[in-house]
């Protein structure tokens, strides 16, 4: 199982941009999806972004679509998200994740977790 280590978080402003990291350790396979997810306060985890491993194909999430940019780097085993236009409704607990299903959005659909990185996003 591949174990998953985030980085990247901070204290920004609105507006602002932040490029979170996942770094990978284990073998990554081809059909591998790697997702971001988030976790606000009083609020249940939701799906953000992923990217396949293979041909860096992502899809997003409607809320962060057209400013979050999700990438990967197969030499370095990390995949990224990119995200800009930051505003305060994307304070979160980021999260990485990995799964074998293409299109997954779930949560159980994933079965290595990172620890999370915490953003904020000051008004």
């Known amino acids: 199982q591949v174990q998953l280590v985030e980085s990247g978080g901070g204290l920004v402003q609105a507006g602002d941009s932040l490029r979170l990291s996942c770094a990978a350790s284990?073998?990554?396979?081809?059909?591998?999806?790697m997702g971001w997810f988030r976790q606000a306060p009083g609020k249940d985890r939701e799906f953000v972004a992923a990217?396949?491993?293979?041909?860096?194909?992502?899809y997003y999430a409607r809320p962060v679509k057209g400013r979050f940019t999700s990438s990967r780097d197969n030499a370095k085993n990390t995949a990224y998200l990119q995200m800009n236009s930051l505003k305060p409704e994307d304070t979160a607990v980021y999260y990485c994740?990995?799964?074998?299903?293409?299109?997954?959005?779930?949560?159980?659909?994933?079965?290595?977790w990172g620890q999370g990185t915490q953003v904020t996003v000051s008004s």
């Open positions: 994740a990995a799964s074998t299903a293409w299109g997954a959005t779930r949560q159980a659909d994933f079965g290595s």
């Open positions: 284990g073998r990554i396979f081809s059909n591998y999806v």
């Open positions: 990217i396949r491993w293979s041909d860096a194909s992502p």
